[in-house]
């Protein structure tokens, strides 16, 4: 789930044979990035940590028994830094601001978020075993991503496009739901609209956050073209 979903998500619910799990992969060594300085407050992401919620969506999308232990494409492996970094950029603002730390119910409900991600809670204890990773690092997720939920319920607008937004959305043609009446996709393209402005908040608050905390990326994480 990317960073701007688990906005929507947030927002709107404030709304046979040998099992491929038996053969375990080394884990990868090594930093993916640090945010932060020297000296101050500073997150460490490491390569694990985007190999594992890499492996994650993967196997969300694969046929059970079928786990992802191959090599990650690299661009994927991209949009996962740049994921988990927007998600620690959010949550050491949440901290810096005092904004509260989440409840049980929050991290619950991130916690449920990731286990879905990754198939559910079989496929990912599979797969958890596969790479020889810890729940630990499952529920150290679910704990950051809990606290980016409570500072974005703090800070971005969670109100509903009105339905006039919603009619003049409809008839300007630009939105998923062309050739069908307005009445049977109002309230599916109320919500597109609504996750296309969350997206665009959280990216504006990533994009502000980045230009106030240094990001430094590893170099084997950048695309072939930087």
């Known amino acids: 789930m990317t960073l701007a979903a688990l906005a ?19 884990r990868v060594e090594g930093i993916a990035a640090v945010v932060g300085e020297i000296g101050q ?11 594992l919620r890499a492996r994650m969506r993967l196997a969300g999308r694969t046929d059970a ?20 970094v927007g998600e620690t950029l959010i949550a050491m603002e949440a901290a810096r601001v005092q904004i509260g ?6 991290i619950a409900r991130e916690r449920a978020r990731l286990t879905t991600l990754a198939g559910g809670p079989a496929r990912l204890q599979e797969l958890l075993a596969a790479l020889g990773a810890d729940v630990a690092e499952v529920e150290a997720s679910a704990l950051r991503r809990a606290s980016v939920a409570v500072f974005l319920v703090a800070n971005l607008d969670a109100s509903l496009p009105s339905d006039a ?28 609209l609504m ?5 665009t908040a959280v990216q504006r608050w990533v ?6 905390v240094t990001v430094r990326v590893h170099a084997d994480f950048q695309p072939e073209s930087a």
């Open 8 to 26: 929507a998500l947030t927002l709107v619910s404030a709304t046979p044979g040998r099992s491929s799990a038996q053969v375990t992969l080394h």
């Open 41 to 51: 407050a500073q997150t460490i992401i490491l390569r694990s940590d985007v190999d």
């Open 65 to 84: 028994g079928a786990l992802p232990l191959a090599p990650i494409p690299l661009d994927l492996q991209v949009a996962t830094l740049e994921e988990l």
């Open 101 to 106: 730390a989440p409840t049980e119910r929050d």
């Open 165 to 192: 937004e919603v009619e003049r959305v409809y008839e300007g043609g630009r939105h998923p739901f062309a050739g069908q009446p307005l009445d049977d996709v109002r309230e599916a393209l109320r919500a597109y």
């Open 195 to 199: 996750q296309s402005k969350l997206e």
């Open 207 to 212: 994009g502000t956050l980045r230009d106030r």
